[in-house]
């Protein structure tokens, strides 16, 4: 008769029956759904703007998800960069206004104060951008799981949220 332990390899703990578990395997499995939800949480696009053509000829884009702003400078021929920065490395998120355009202001803190900045985005665009961002910020500050928040209403969500916080710094 095979005993338990050798269906396992590295095996060294034993469960409350005394019956050996591959512990490797469970938290391995823990690690795969951890990257999963990640991986979940990366590809949800909360809100995702765009310079504006014909005043940017190659329109760069500003996209947010649970985790990250992610910002692409398009240039000539499909050559650009991409930064992309997690919301818990933002420092200050702040919007220049006109009457139609607005230019977005996005600082982190690990590169000496970087900052990312975007020029002729549609004005409501990037007041709406900045709400969001705002709102990320502060849910992250308070350890608010968004996982469970369908993406529609988290952007709403957090766009009050932004909002507020805008409104009483006014």
Known sequence: MQSPVSNYKNTSHANSDGVYTKQEDHNGQENVQK???LIQKEQAVLLKISTFFPL???PNDLVITQNTVHVSFNELFGSGRVDNIPI???GEVYVDTGPFFATIYISWKPYNNSQVVLHYLLRNDALKAREV???LII???NNIDLSGVDNRD???ML???GESKTTLAS
Request: charge should be negative; glycine fraction near 4%; proline fraction near 0%.
């Open 159 to 161: 766009a009050e949220i």
């Open 56 to 58: 940017d000829i190659f």
């Open 139 to 141: 849910a992250k500050k």
């Open 154 to 156: 988290l952007t709403h």
């Open 133 to 135: 961002i705002q709102g």
């Open 88 to 90: 818990v490395d933002i």
């Open 35 to 37: 990257l999963q939800e």
